[in-house]
């Protein structure tokens, strides 16, 4: 059974930063996709980075230049980099991965207060 287990996340000042990390376990298979989803309160689930097996990137408007995706193929593991933290980047982050499937994981609490 392929779970993804997320770290990283906490309460961070406006303008700190955090490294969100993300690993599979439960199989060898190459994910064709990784990276991260965001959901704050009463918004709807959003797509922030994402990486493909060839290493392309994209980033919703709002993190770019701030955030930085990277993979560890080998290792199935994603990370995120956070930077330049605002507020507005509270949210629960969500961990994903795609090879057939979609798989998720758990979330981890971001919080961007002083």
């Known amino acids: 059974q392929v779970q993804l287990v997320e770290s990283g996340g906490g309460l961070v000042q406006p303008g700190g930063f955090l490294r969100l990390s993300c690993a599979a376990s439960?199989?060898?298979?190459?994910?064709?996709?990784m990276g991260w989803f965001r959901q704050a309160p009463g918004n709807e689930r959003e797509l922030v980075a994402s990486e493909d097996s060839a290493g392309n990137t994209n980033y919703t408007d709002s993190v770019k230049g701030r955030f930085t995706i990277s993979k560890d193929s080998t290792k199935n593991t994603v990370y995120l980099q956070m930077n330049s933290l605002k507020p507005e980047d509270t949210a629960v982050y969500y961990c994903?991965?795609?090879?057939?499937?979609?798989?998720w994981g758990q979330g981890t609490q971001v919080t961007v207060s002083s």
């Open positions: 439960g199989t060898r298979t190459l994910f064709e996709r």
């Open positions: 994903w991965m795609y090879r057939w499937s979609n798989y």
